[in-house]
């Protein structure tokens, strides 16, 4: 199993930025893809960024394209939402996942992965 744990989170005026981590612990020698989601009051979770165990490959949600990195770095089993140019309507909690998955497979559906942190709290003031 894998245990995560994000940081990061914090209110921040728009158009700033933030960077948001997400440290796994447990079964990590084992390669796992890992994604950003989000929930917002009211609102459904969302999917915000995926990457690939090789960081090869990355997909990006329309409405942060341009604005969010996500990143990762295997050595520290940590990966990385970097996010720029933050609207009010980014507001949310922002969850991390990782499913097992071979080095080159990505996931975007949240019922593909198995593994959840607490999520973060991200507020953006306008």
């Known amino acids: 199993q894998v245990q995560l744990v994000e940081s990061g989170g914090g209110l921040v005026q728009a158009g700033g930025s933030l960077r948001l981590s997400c440290a796994a612990s447990g079964r990590t020698s084992r390669t796992y893809a890992m994604g950003w989601f989000r929930q917002a009051p009211g609102k459904e979770r969302e999917f915000v960024a995926a990457?690939?165990?090789?960081?090869?490959?990355?997909y990006y949600a329309d409405f942060v394209k341009g604005r969010f990195t996500i990143s990762r770095d295997n050595a520290k089993n940590t990966g990385y939402l970097q996010m720029n140019s933050l609207k009010p309507e980014d507001t949310a909690v922002y969850y991390c996942a990782a499913r097992y998955a071979a080095r080159y497979v990505i996931s975007r559906g949240g019922d593909e992965y198995d593994y959840w942190g607490q999520g973060t709290q991200v507020t953006v003031s306008s």
């Open positions: 990457i690939s165990w090789s960081g090869g490959s990355t």
